[in-house]
Every structure is written in structure tokens, then in C-alpha cells.
């Protein structure tokens, strides 16, 4: 019985089925919490307008559906969002699809620079420490990384707005551009990349010293492995050893971290696109739950569990690949 | 005259402070011959695999280094050459092979390459040349299939196989001296009888020099030309093979080969009227193929096929086999820890796997088990006199009596009641395993299931729990089933065994008929490949160990 299509598709397609359930539970379950907390969009709505009577707040309530009992808007709500209908956003008068794409770009732009940036200068100092172990090399490295990994991402931030904004002025406090610039081509790129050089230092920073950490400790315990030995043993120097026998060996569970890091930095990301008033999804949902934008919040949280469930898929590939002994099944 | 490959004269290495002594090795004097097999023999802590660390120059420096004295190789020294030198020396003119066949390859590359890898580190070959030569080398160790083992990553060939590799792979250079690190402990018997011959015949072929680290006695009875026992980091005795084995003149030395268990089983008992205490009928456990829609597929295995047997008061059954023989899923089904698929399992009459959890605990008291790695199977962060009276406090004894019990089973092991308020980690292999069985007896069980349980120990060590096992067995009347793979310590304790092959029984009868005459072809493998089966250890007259 040899199936007739490539096994890594039949493996996709059975984690695919695995995670409509698993996405379904997360919405049910933060639909209900959401309900759960006090107020609701109309009270957001109408303190923003100052106030209004009984009857017109009735009114506005009964329009956007919120005078039916919970289990009838959740199976509203349900019912739209299997067919993919994020639904409206009273807030931002817009549909909620719409307000996502608009944000997901930088959020996608941030953690993806920060991840690779982190995980590739982690590795690499995590990799220099553990070879010269307890060396001066070595305390450096691991007391920056310490001193990273103990300072908050806010502190951090606004430490680095006073430094290079503030006083010297070389990188702009906030935003994603220069408003009035109108810059064009190649400007405009330059011009998003120096406003995302602190947002992604501050949030690059602390998840480096993670894997830094991660690193060291498992080169060490690799470089002690009987098949190092069994290297050494045939003749193989110094760099042969640490590319073609440690690395490979000691990255698998760095690699499983990032995974696992992938979906908390939408979480971080809240506080560092607050600060630096970043338009992206984490400040989007961080407004979201002041205003009771129900239908936004959901929406983020329904692409968040989508991207960790796709992310943590192709961690899954990326460690079949890097470890043989591994079999996607 | 020719040249000694290996000459070794005054090495000393020292150890880091704070070690249980200052050198690892002290004033080592060995050579090693063109064609010859050296063995160097001791006990684990005697230093042996240190000293191949130094040849190789690949001691943990600066902790461990050596502190004095020369080793030449082929008449030049090695300690002089820099580490540049030492790289093309290692590979090209020392080979290595290390004792753990799953570990010692690297599991993210294939075979092929890691055989490639020396070729292209210690030759100018192409890349085609270098592929035959791999190729003809993994033919020359019998791999039975040279080019799929080839492209085949180390976990996806059985550990016989891995251990071929490695052998391939030390010697694709024809290297002048092998150093065989414990090269078939971790194998099976038969395995091992095939990898023996294997370096042997190679080794005549290349007229390489081998300098062949163990603790084994039979296997230093099946290869060896000339025998080095170390001891405590100090060689006391060496010389020719046959004159060691047979008539050994230092007292380690005898005591050492007096701890061999010999292949003579003892007497056997009348125990034909003795009374039934344990009984399994038909017993089948099939570790089914999980998955389905939602998982992966793995093939379903079939761990004990239809077994059924009888334990007499008394009486020790040894269940005897190869790794996956599902000689270990036995020891589990029996006391429960692993639930079988259909059987029973008889403990005086009641069926223990149809218990209901309140009665399972009940019955656990009759039935106890001793595991093989005394470093694991003892909670390191409770004392011993806690570890023993756990199982009693559970079962309701109060925990005065339970503690006072405690420090009398210890006293039964023969430990020092001193040892009751000490942690596991402050004894050594054969006292935790005293720690052990002292837990297992704390229940007073009828019925004690031991798993391997002196595998894990230096042999002088082994013949002493063995010793004890059987003494509080005849003391206490308790019944044994015990598992082993080790056909001497088979021979030595047990009254019936079981031969198992893929999940079955393949033969069972008195220990003494067994050894003498095997009926079934598996039966009779298993005995031609115990190491040095044609050597009797001489019987010796020591003043103890």
C-alpha cells in the first residue's frame, strides 16, 4: 500500500484536520471569556460620546445584536466564522478582515526580523561561549545575555527612546513612517527600517539571551557526546567538529524554542508596538479590549491561533529535517 | 626483533583534586606487538579506558593530563607531537573503537558519510574512489548489505550492524594500532561471539596491533594473546594470555577470575512437591500498532507470544534470552506494571491480572521487584531507611516498626546500620543494589522479580549479589524469577530456565539439562557464544576479594 501522494502532503493534511478543532475550542473558549468581562462595545461606544439615554443605548445594542442571550451570539458569531465572515467593526467602521491585513504586515515585519535576528545571534554567541567555556569570552557573553534576559522590554525600550531619540537623536521616537515625509521607493524602505530599528532591537534582545542561553548549555552537552569522541578519535580538527558534529546536533532544541516563541511574541509584541506606537496587531488588540471591539479581538485572536498552528507545523517540519531520526507520521 | 607498535613505559596520569586518589595511572608500563591483541583488563575506576585516552591524547586537559612518563608509537613520541600532528596520526595510524555502538555515530549523518569523512580528512581520493573504498571496506567487516548500509543513517541498522560500522570505520586506513574500548559490552552474546571473530580475522589480515580494553574474562579468554589487569590505576600482573588465565599470581588477579561465574549449574533441587506460588497461563502482550486518521501508523509488535510457566517455592527460574526476546516484558506483565493483553497470572491461587486496584495493592506485597540500574531505580533525594520502609508504610505498618524493620533488612544485606540515614548516591553499584533488594524484601514476599539485576556490576561485585541473592533465597524461602541475558550468571543461580526467542518460550528445563544438552537450535547458539566457553575459570583458594 503505497500512497499516491508525497507522505509530507498526507502528513499536512491530517495536522491540518488535527487543528480545525483545536482553533474552534480557542475561539469558543475566548468568545465565552470575553462575554465574561464587564461591558460591552455599546458601553465603550457611548462613553466615548460622552453619554446618551436608555432608550437609544437599547437601540444601538439591539442593531449590533448584543440584546440576544451569549449562546445565540456565539452561534451567530460561529456560524460566520466558519464561513470565514470576521464580521464588522463597529469601532473602526470597517470590516475586521480588512482592519487585520492593514496591521498584520507589521506585526509580521517585526517579529520576523527580531526572531531571525535573535535566533541566528543567539545561536552563534551561544556557540562561541560554550567552545570557550569559562573563558573571559565566555563571562561576557553570558553576563550580557543575563542582563538581557532580566531587563523588562518596556524598560529597555524607553531607555533606548532617551538614548537614541531623545538624546541623540538619530532614530525616530515612534510610527511606522514619517507621516508628513511622503517618502517613495527606495526612501520609504530606509525610512521603515529606521523605525523599526529600536522596536526590533527591544524585543530581539531579550528572546537572544533565551537561545544564547539555550545554546550554550546544549553544545556543551553535545561536545561531550560519544560521537564527538568518535570525531575527534578519526582526525577531524576544531571547525570540523563544531560545523558537521555539534551544531547539527545542538540546535534541535533551539529550534524547538523558537517554535514556542513564535506564537509569545504577539504577546511581547503588544508592549513594544504600544511604546513605540506601532501599527500593527498588537497594539490593535491592546486597543481592542479598552473599546470592547468584540468582533476585532476575535478576529486577532482567530489569526494568532492560525499562525501558531502554522508555525508550529512547520517547526515540526524544519525538525524532521534536521533530525533524521525523526519521521513525520 | 621487530619494532612494539605501542610502547608505553612509566605513564602517569593525573587526576584533578578532590578525585578518590591523586593519579588515574600510575608508572603503566605496556607495549603492544605488530599482530598482537593486548588486553587490558580491570574493574571500572581501574583507569584501562584513561590509558587509551592518553595514547590518543585525548584526555579531558587540563583536569586529567598526563604527569609523567612516554608513550611511543612505532618508536616516535607520542607526547611530543603537537596537536596538529596528533590530528593525522588519529584516524590514520590509531583507529578507535568505543563501546557504544547507538551513541558513538553521529545520528544526523549517514553511514556513508561518516566513513567518508575519515577517507577525506586523511586522504587526497576522489569522490568515487572514496565511495569504493568505503563500500569495500563495509563489505570486508559483512555488513550483509554494503551499499543500503551505505546511504542508511546509524539508527535505521541493528546495534550488531552500528558496532561493523564502527569497526569499518577504524579500520578503512589500515591503521597500525586499534584501540577497542569495550567494543562488544553492549551486545548481545551471539552479536558478540560474531564481532570477536570478526576483529580477530581483520586484525590477522592487517597485522595490526590491538590494544583491547574489558572487564569481560571471557572475552579476554576468547582473544586475547597477552593479558594487563589494572587495578586501581596500577598494573598488577601481566603476561601471556593462558598463563593469567589459568594461573593468575596476584591476588586481585585470582580474585578477580575466582569471581567468574563458572558454566557448572548447581545441583539440582527436589523441588517437584514444593508448592506452586506463581503460575502464568497463556500469557500475550502485543504493543499494538497505534494511530490511525489523526496519528501515524506503527507496525504492531508482538512482545510475548502465548507464554505460560510455573515458579515452585523456592525455586529460582531464570528466563534467558537476547535483547527483544521479551524476556524484560515478562518480569512486568508478572508483577503488573505492564497490563498484558490475555493470560493469568497466578500469585496462590489468585489471579493477579484480574484484580481490582484495591486487591492489586494487597497482592503487590507477595510480589517484588529488583531493577537492573541500581543508580536509577533508588529516589536520590530520600535516605535509605526511607527508601526500604516506603512500601511497608504504605501497606499500614507504622512507621517506628517500619523504620526499626528497615535497619534490620540492611543488616540481612549486609550493610552497616550507619548506611540507614545516608542518601543512595553516597553508596557504590553494589551496595545500592544490596539498597534494592533490601526494598524488596521490606514486603515479605514470597516471590521476588529480578530484571537483570547484576548486569550493571564489576564482576567481583556480581558474584557477591549473586552470593546473596542465593543465600537470603534459601534463608527466607523465597521463589526468584530471574532475568538475564548472561548465560554464566544463568548457570549460576538458577534451578529451571526458560529460553526465550521472539516473545517465546524456544526450551525450559533444569539448568543442569539445559547446559548439557540443548535441544533447540537457538538454545545451542546462545551456549556456543558465551566468550571463552571453552576456558574454565580455575578453582581458586582466595582469602576474599
Not at chain 1, 243 to 259: Q, S
Not at chain 1, 294 to 303: A, C, E, H
Not at chain 2, 326 to 347: A, H, Q
Not at chain 2, 412 to 417: G, H
Request: aromatic share 6%; with cysteine; charged share 20%.
Amino acid at each position: 500500500m503505497k500512497p499516491a501522494f508525497p507522505p509530507v502532503l498526507g502528513y499536512a493534511l491530517r495536522r491540518l484536520l488535527q487543528a480545525v478543532p483545536v482553533v474552534l475550542l480557542i475561539m469558543v473558549g475566548t468568545f465565552l471569556l470575553l462575554k465574561l468581562a464587564p461591558g460591552d462595545t455599546v458601553d465603550a461606544l457611548v462613553g466615548d460620546m460622552g453619554g446618551a439615554d436608555a432608550a437609544y443605548i437599547e437601540r444601538m445594542r439591539a442593531e449590533y445584536g448584543l440584546d440576544q442571550p451569549v449562546y445565540v451570539q456565539l452561534l451567530t458569531y460561529m456560524g460566520k466564522l466558519i464561513t470565514f465572515d470576521l464580521g464588522w467593526s463597529f469601532v473602526y467602521e470597517q470590516p475586521v478582515s480588512a482592519i487585520l491585513f492593514e496591521r498584520l504586515g507589521v506585526t509580521l515585519l517585526l517579529m520576523a526580523t527580531s526572531l531571525t535576528l535573535a535566533f541566528s545571534i543567539g545561536i552563534l554567541l551561544g556557540a562561541i561561549a560554550a567552545r570557550r567555556v569559562y573563558s573571559l569570552t565566555d563571562n561576557v557573553i553570558s553576563t550580557l545575555g543575563l542582563i538581557f534576559y532580566a531587563t523588562p522590554s518596556f524598560f529597555l525600550s524607553l531607555l533606548m527612546i532617551y538614548l537614541f531619540s531623545v538624546k541623540l537623536g538619530w532614530l525616530p521616537v515612534g510610527g511606522i513612517k514619517t507621516v508628513a515625509g511622503f517618502y517613495t521607493g527606495w526612501d520609504h524602505y530606509v525610512d521603515v527600517a529606521l523605525h523599526l530599528v529600536m522596536p526590533t532591537a527591544a524585543l530581539s534582545l531579550i528572546y537572544l539571551s533565551f537561545y544564547l542561553r539555550l545554546m550554550r548549555a546544549s553544545v556543551l552537552e553535545v561536545a561531550d557526546l560519544d560521537y564527538v569522541r568518535t570525531a575527534k578519535a578519526k582526525g577531524a580538527g576544531e571547525t570540523r567538529l563544531m560545523v558537521h558534529h555539534i551544531m547539527r546536533n545542538a540546535l534541535l532544541p533551539v529550534v524547538t524554542l523558537l517554535g514556542l516563541q513564535f506564537s509569545t511574541v504577539l504577546g511581547g509584541s503588544v508592549v513594544v508596538e504600544t511604546i513605540f506606537t506601532l501599527p500593527g496587531l498588537g497594539q490593535l488588540a491592546s486597543q481592542s479590549v479598552v473599546q470592547r471591539d468584540m468582533n476585532t479581538l476575535m478576529g486577532i485572536i482567530f489569526l494568532c491561533s492560525i499562525i501558531v498552528v502554522v508555525v508550529n507545523f512547520l517547526t515540526d517540519l524544519l525538525y524532521a529535517r534536521l533530525d533524521s531520526r525523526i519521521e513525520l507520521a | 626483533m621487530s619494532q612494539p607498535v605501542l610502547d608505553i613505559s612509566g605513564l602517569r596520569i593525573a587526576l584533578p583534586k578532590g578525585a578518590d586518589r591523586p593519579f588515574a595511572l600510575e608508572d603503566l608500563n605496556l607495549t603492544v606487538e605488530p599482530g598482537e591483541i593486548v588486553c587490558l583488563v580491570g574493574e571500572s575506576g581501574s583507569g584501562k579506558s584513561l590509558s587509551a585516552g592518553a595514547v590518543m591524547r585525548l584526555l579531558p586537559e587540563p583536569h586529567v593530563h598526563v604527569a609523567a612518563g612516554s608513550i611511543r608509537f612505532m618508536g616516535e613520541d607520542l607526547l611530543a607531537k603537537t596537536p596538529r600532528q596528533m590530528r593525522d596520526i588519529r584516524g590514520r595510524d590509531i583507529a578507535m573503537i568505543f563501546q557504544e555502538p547507538m551513541t558513538a555515530l553521529n545520528p544526523q549523518k549517514t553511514v556513508g558519510w561518516q566513513l567518508d569523512e575519515v577517507l577525506r580528512l586523511h586522504t587526497r581520493l576522489g569522490r568515487k574512489a572514496r565511495r569504493a573504498r568505503a563500500l569495500d571496506m563495509l563489505e570486508r567487516v559483512q555488513l550483509p548489505d554494503p551499499r543500503s548500509a551505505y546511504n542508511a543513517y546509524p539508527h535505521q541498522v541493528s546495534g550488531g550492524q552500528r558496532q561493523r560500522v564502527m569497526i569499518a570505520m577504524a579500520l578503512l586506513l589500515s591503521p597500525k594500532l586499534i584501540i577497542a574500548d569495550e567494543p562488544t559490552t553492549a551486545l548481545d552474546v551471539t552479536t558478540q561471539l560474531q564481532i570477536l571473530k570478526l576483529i580477530r580475522e581483520l586484525q590477522v589480515e592487517e597485522q595490526a596491533g590491538i590494544l583491547f580494553i574489558t572487564h569481560d574474562f571471557g572475552v579476554v579468554a576468547e582473544i586475547a594473546d597477552k593479558v594487563a589487569v589494572l587495578r586501581m590505576g596500577q598494573l598488577v600482573e601481566h603476561g601471556p594470555a593462558k598463563t593469567v588465565l589459568n594461573n593468575p599470581q596476584h591476588p586481585y588477579t585470582k580474585a578477580l577470575i575466582g569471581a567468574v561465574p563458572a558454566l557448572i549449574p548447581p545441583p539440582a533441587k527436589p523441588l517437584s512437591s514444593a508448592p506452586v506460588v506463581l503460575k502464568a497461563e497463556g500469557l500475550r502482550k502485543t504493543f499494538a500498532a497505534r494511530g490511525g486518521l489523526l496519528s501515524g501508523k506503527r507496525k504492531a509488535v508482538a512482545a510475548v507470544k502465548d507464554l505460560s510457566f510455573t515458579l515452585r517455592q523456592g525455586e529460582t527460574l531464570g528466563v534467558v534470552g537476547e535483547s527483544g526476546s521479551g524476556k524484560t516484558t515478562v518480569s512486568r506483565i508478572v508483577t503488573r506494571l505492564l497490563e498484558c493483553d490475555s493470560g493469568k497470572v497466578e500469585v496462590d491461587g489468585t489471579d493477579i491480572l484480574a484484580a481490582s486496584p484495591r486487591e492489586l495493592r494487597a497482592m503487590r506485597k507477595h510480589i517484588q521487584m529488583v531493577f537492573q540500574d541500581p543508580m536509577a531505580s533508588l529516589n536520590p533525594r530520600k535516605r535509605v531507611v526511607d527508601l526500604i520502609a516506603q512500601g511497608p508504610i504504605v501497606h499500614g505498618t507504622p512507621r517506628k516498626k517500619a523504620h526499626a524493620d528497615a535497619r534490620r533488612l540492611l543488616e540481612l544485606v549486609e550493610l552497616s546500620p550507619a548506611a540507614a540515614t545516608r542518601f543512595p548516591h553516597e553508596f557504590s553499584g553494589g551496595q545500592r543494589q544490596r539498597i534494592g533488594i533490601a526494598r524488596a524484601l521490606s514486603m515479605e514476599p514470597k516471590i521476588i522479580v529480578a530484571d537483570e539485576p547484576v548486569s550493571a556490576l564489576d564482576v567481583s561485585v556480581q558474584a557477591q549479589v549473586l552470593k546473596l541473592l542465593a543465600e537470603l533465597r534459601d534463608r527466607l524461602n523465597l521463589s526468584l524469577l530471574f532475568v538475564t541475558h548472561d548465560l554464566r550468571v544463568a548457570a549460576q543461580l538458577c534451578d529451571r530456565i526458560i529460553v526465550m526467542q521472539n516473545g517465546e518460550i524456544v526450551e525450559q528445563g533444569a539448568t543442569a539439562d539445559v547446559f548439557a544438552n540443548p535441544q533447540h537450535p537457538y538454545t545451542q547458539k546462545l551456549l556456543s557464544s558465551i566468550p571463552g566457553r571453552h576456558w574454565t575459570p580455575p578453582v581458586l583458594t582466595t582469602e576474599a576479594a
